[in-house]
């Protein structure tokens, strides 16, 4: 028997697909749907199923920025092959996407234990969802949004991409948050951060899914159920990426900031009354 059924692969394919780069953590929201239907959160075949059907969502960022992503890619060969296109701003983007990702994969690797063990306790997803909001609110109320995409660097690239870490070790405090308040503390206003926190997010999600695809098979979770919840989370996704770029260039992220803090006081009195554990 599978750790998880074809029916709640499709629920937990349509919470990743809406939560992955929403900055509400979907790595919390699953843990948390996960415990409602019973499935042990920090067992290694439903951590593996969570990491592998991201690549769903991943698909989806992939399909939608495939015009930039191939500009991008294209520069970086052409750089590779010519000196004088090395000092295009896709060149040198691309390079930048590349050394931002090796941080979270170094931590990744040395903290795995840690990471599958005492950090996906759900009591670490409540703390870090209003711990997150916190960051969030202060990002976007300090932050300046006056540099647009063009306007990134190399520091900037690194900085975002390594904020990554802070989901990485604390599920709850979200990816898409972490490097979207980074990017906002960088003056870079809030379209160009949420463009920038997909990019840096594709080579980082993309690995950890295809690294975790051994145990995830190995360890309980049969092929159809990943192959569904991949395929609902790549769906779901592509509409989040549309509806969350409009949003963004009109409004704060002030109505993610009170979600997070109100789900993370609900899993609390969940946690603290017994009906979770």
């Known amino acids: 028997m599978s750790a998880i059924s074809l029916g709640q692969a499709v629920i937990l394919g349509v919470v990743e697909g809406v939560t992955e780069f929403l900055p509400v953590s979907s790595t919390g929201h699953l843990k948390i749907v996960e415990g409602f239907m019973g499935i042990p959160v920090d067992d290694h075949a439903v951590v593996g199923f969570s990491a592998v059907i991201q690549v769903g969502a991943i698909a989806a960022v992939l399909v939608y920025f ?31 996407v590349i050394a931002a990702t090796i941080p979270i994969v170094v931590v990744g690797l040395a903290a795995k234990p840690l990471i599958q063990g ?52 604390f599920p709850g ?39 975790e695809l051994k145990d995830a098979l190995g360890t309980g979770v049969g092929a159809a159920p990943l192959v569904v919840g991949t395929i609902v989370s790549f769906a779901v996704a592509y509409a989040s990426i549309a509806w969350l770029l409009k949003f963004v260039a009109n409004h704060s992220f002030n109505a993610f900031v009170i979600y997070r803090i109100a789900i993370g006081l609900l899993l609390f009195g969940l946690l603290g009354t017994g009906v979770l554990s």
């Open 66 to 96: 495939r015009k930039d992503i191939a500009r991008i890619v294209s520069a970086w060969f052409r750089g590779l092959a010519n000196r004088e296109e090395r000092y295009h701003h896709d060149y040198r983007f691309a390079w930048w």
């Open 118 to 169: 005492p950090l996906a306790s759900l009591w670490v997803v409540a703390a870090s969802l209003i711990v997150g909001s916190a960051v969030m609110w202060a990002a976007d109320q300090m932050g300046r949004h006056k540099r647009g995409e063009d306007d990134t660097s190399f520091k900037d690239a690194m900085l975002v991409g390594g904020s990554q870490i802070l989901a990485l070790l």
């Open 173 to 211: 405090f979200s990816r898409s948050g972490a490097t979207m308040s980074t990017a906002l503390m960088l003056d870079l206003d809030r379209v160009a951060a949420t463009r920038l926190s997909f990019f840096l997010g594709i080579p980082a999600l993309t690995g950890a899914g295809l690294y």
